[in-house]
């Protein structure tokens, strides 16, 4: 049987390589399928935590990976080996940026590798990681063929399919997200489709691997580009003396040609700050800069130290120095209502705010403790009296937070995401939006 028929009798071995965020969906949506499924990943909890039947990505149950695990379509491994054995490779492996800002492809160049090293005829890999365009054919395809034993489309089947998972959202998931997918080859493309055809409702075909990096990256910096547009409108509606949440407000009440995005205090999460810039840098190799990717990442990523400055002017505004202040600031995960604190905006205005002598704590019911770039800090109690705080700064609008409350006992509010506007009338506290 060739590849081709086992995929469509489910009978592929598909391996996951990387259990995270993106991997594990995946790993539960084929053995949904009754695809018999491994997740690789070099962390051993993660991977005891999977075979033992227990979820660690909110938006997974582990009651569903547990039924998978019992039934023996699902299970996990640190082995490499067992590469040998699959049919279909996907790699889910991160894709950040190193301190420079550049793309750091190394985890893809390391799973290549990996799946290299136990490559045999008949092996389909998609690569699903936010990367920039010729990614799939540099790393992958050169790399998978570059023995000169197998043949692109003939014995070895690459394909590039991103990654549409949102964490959080309840609406959307694997199986109803249309997933984009572009073969190296219209074999592998062929192939790749049979696969995804399982596992998704809608493919979305598109001619190259090089295209299907290419929709990602316009996707996420559609989002880096319109939140910098709007941060920079917050800016300008201050000095005009402006509400930029009502000017936003009304816009949205246009039913055609708008689409609204909110002012900030940063950009955070693996994917909006990151994506965009794996695609500046390849056109700075190409002496074509990606202007607007370039003055969106500007915009946003002074935003934090904008929070700190009307923070400042806040407590001055009150007769306080920043020094010696204590502030509180409310919410560090880098969205609502999620615990996931990576490139939080947040990390930005609790370091600016220390660097100018205050002392700072935090209130996050979904953030216990945190430990991101150099900063380890453990949260308040939620019963916290929000009147021994000098201010407190809105970083992250969870649902779960007590604005009613903060109006009442705190005596400034820096709000950055307009979350008191319900009790700004009859609030005590002297309130400062975006
Ligand atoms: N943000 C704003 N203003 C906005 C929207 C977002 O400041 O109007 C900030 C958020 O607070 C956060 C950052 O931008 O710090 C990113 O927010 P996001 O809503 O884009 O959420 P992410 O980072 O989880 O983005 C994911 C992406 N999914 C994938 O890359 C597969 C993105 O493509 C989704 O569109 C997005 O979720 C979504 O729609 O929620």
């Not at 084929?30 to 979820?55: E, H, M, Q, V, W």
């Not at 998972?165 to 592998?188: H, I, S, W």
């Not at 609008?397 to 705190?410: I, N, P, Q």
Request: with cysteine.
């Amino acid at each position: 049987m060739n590849l081709l028929e086992k995929i469509k009798k489910q009978q592929a071995r598909v391996v996951v390589v990387g259990a995270g965020y993106v991997g594990l969906p995946l790993v539960v949506e084929f053995a949904k399928a009754a695809f018999r499924t491994t997740a690789y990943d070099r962390d051993p909890a993660k991977i005891k935590s999977l075979n033992a039947g227990k979820s660690y990505i909110e938006d997974i149950r582990s009651e569903e990976i547990a039924e998978h695990v019992r039934e023996g379509f699902l299970s996990g491994s640190t082995d490499e080996a067992v590469i040998d054995e699959a049919d279909c490779v996907i790699l889910c492996v991160p894709t950040p940026l190193k301190k420079s800002k550049d793309p750091d492809v190394s985890f893809i160049e390391a799973a290549v590798e990996t799946v290299v090293r136990h490559q045999h005829p008949g092996m389909l890999v998609v690569l699903e990681s936010t990367t920039y365009p010729g990614t799939t054919r540099d790393i992958l395809v050169t790399q998978l063929t570059q023995q000169g034993k197998y043949g692109i489309g003939k014995d070895i089947f690459v394909a590039f399919s991103p990654e549409r998972v949102d964490p959080g959202n309840a609406k959307f998931g694997t199986r109803n997200t249309p997933k984009v997918l572009g073969g190296a080859t219209p074999a592998c493309m062929e192939v790749a489709q049979a696969l995804y055809d399982q596992v998704v409702d809608t493919v979305v075909p598109v001619s190259s691997p090089d295209a299907a990096e290419m929709v990602k990256l316009l996707e996420n910096t559609f989002r880096a580009v319109n939140i910098g547009l709007v941060n920079e409108f917050a800016l300008i509606c201050e000095r005009l003396g402006l509400n930029v949440w009502e000017i936003i407000g009304a816009a949205s009440t246009k039913p055609f040609g708008y689409m609204p995005f909110y002012p900030g205090p940063g950009l955070g999460g693996h994917c909006i700050p990151i994506d965009p810039l794996y695609l500046s840098w390849k056109m700075r190799g190409l002496k074509m800069p990606a202007r607007f990717i370039e003055l969106a990442d500007m915009v946003n990523t002074a935003m934090p130290e904008h929070v700190v400055q009307i923070t400042a002017n806040a407590l001055n505004n009150h007769k306080k120095a920043m020094r010696g202040s204590h502030i509180l600031v409310a919410g560090v995960a880098y969205k609502r209502d999620i615990s996931d604190v990576r490139e939080s905006p947040a990390i930005d205005v609790i370091a600016g705010l220390k660097h100018r002598g205050a002392e700072v704590s935090y209130l996050d019911p979904w953030v216990p403790a945190f430990k991101e770039h150099g900063l380890s800090m453990e949260g308040v109690n939620p019963d916290t009296s929000f009147a021994s705080y000098d201010a407190i700064v809105i970083i992250t609008d969870h649902s779960g937070l007590d604005y009613a409350r903060m109006t009442r006992e705190a005596p400034i509010i820096v709000d950055t995401r307009n979350a008191t506007k319900r009790y700004a009338a009859d609030s005590k506290a002297a309130i400062v939006t975006l």
